[in-house]
């Protein structure tokens, strides 16, 4: 699970630095590639050879906004063949907002939580879903 990197998007600086911090003090070991804005992110998905294990996105953003970034990849028949699961982390939350997301064929939407120990357990759990779960992306991951 180690070699597939987790790619994070957030325009905001406290909220990336809280996501780094979260995920060292989680000792996960995945190389953290963040982004300030989506069409940064869509640039290097485009380039990258490293297969993300997912990537966490923000909705509200300046420039490419989170929903506007997952339009594109899903359009783009290579990018969507790579099979990223895409993950949304938002501060907002309304239905339309979240229908939008799920008609993307996104993977989660999950509210950022109110506290330090609240995005502990998020995150946690969300690495350890995808770590067990199979997708193209990490096919044989766990053959145990």
Wanted: aromatic share 10%; net charge negative; proline share 4%.
């Amino acid at each position: 699970m180690e070699n597939y990197p987790i790619i994070i998007i957030d325009d905001d600086d406290e909220d990336l630095e809280l996501l780094t911090e979260a995920f060292k003090e989680l000792q996960v070991k995945n190389e953290l590639l963040c982004f300030k804005e989506g069409g940064s992110a869509l640039k290097f998905l485009k380039n990258s050879q490293p297969q993300p294990l997912f990537i966490l996105c923000d909705v509200n953003m300046n420039t490419v906004g989170g929903l506007e970034l997952r339009e594109m990849l899903h359009k783009d028949e290579h990018l969507r063949m790579k099979c990223i699961p895409f993950l949304f982390l938002s501060t907002t939350g309304n239905r339309k907002e979240i229908a939008n997301a799920y008609s993307l064929s996104v993977q989660g939407y999950f509210r950022k939580p109110g506290t330090y120990l609240e995005m502990l357990s998020l995150l946690k759990c969300i690495i350890e879903y995808w770590g067990w779960c199979q997708h193209p992306n990490t096919q044989g991951l766990r053959d145990d």
